[in-house]
């Protein structure tokens, strides 16, 4: 196998390629011939070795593509701390997970949590929700500089925007807007969701997770906590489950 060892470490990576996919193929076609009497002819298997050497361009190509378009999660600046959130939502069950995750500066997770609410009107409700809760955990933690992420960019706009939002969650965005006077410093951020992925990650499995449990078990509800203003829809009260999986601190 020396020739094998030294065409590999003295060619091009294009020339390697296409030598041991060449190889791969006429042993495929040589079995297919030998075991299944399927006959490949020459010129079948160089067809087959210039379109699969294709495909592999064409996945780097996208695969390149997507790396430049990836972004990951950015560090705070000094003195403040981030939250992320977000939420998977259940439309046959009205219902919704939020993720929340803490980081420090230099991207130490600090603080994770999920939640499971039921009632739940919309996708927008419970991303307005999820956003609610990091606003609450962040004045339960005694933070006072914070920055607060979601990949939800109508909640954020409608956080950013002056005037009263008179939509369906309305109720949480004004509750949003009030509570964010308690910090020192609150921001709210718009990321997309590679920047978001932990958070998001968090609040799928919560849901899931939630399904399995039910499943079993079943779970009782209680009125939504930490909100100041009236949280009902259409005469039914949002609320949230007793599933609360608490804080997971990171030391």
Known sequence: MEWFTWTVLNSKTEVVRIFICAIWAIWSARNKWVHESQKRFGAETANFIKKYIQELKDTERKELISDRNFKLWRPPP?????INFDAAFDKKEKKSCSGIIVRKPKGVVTESKEQIHTNIS?????????????????????????????????????????NRDRSEIGPFILDIKERRTLFLECQFQHVKRTENAVAHNLASEGLKMDKHTEAKHGHATTPLIGTGND?????????????????????
Do not use: M, P, Y
């Open 122 to 162: 919309s996708s927008f409700a419970a991303e307005a929700i999820a956003c609610l809760q990091a606003v609450n955990i962040g004045r339960e933690l005694g933070l006072t500089h914070v920055i607060i992420e979601g990949d939800s960019l109508t909640v954020i706009k409608k956080i950013q925007n002056q």
């Open 78 to 82: 000094q003195g403040f701390l981030k």
């Open 231 to 251: 949280t009902s829809k259409n005469g039914q009260v949002v609320t949230e489950a007793e599933v609360d999986r608490g804080w997971k601190r990171h030391l």
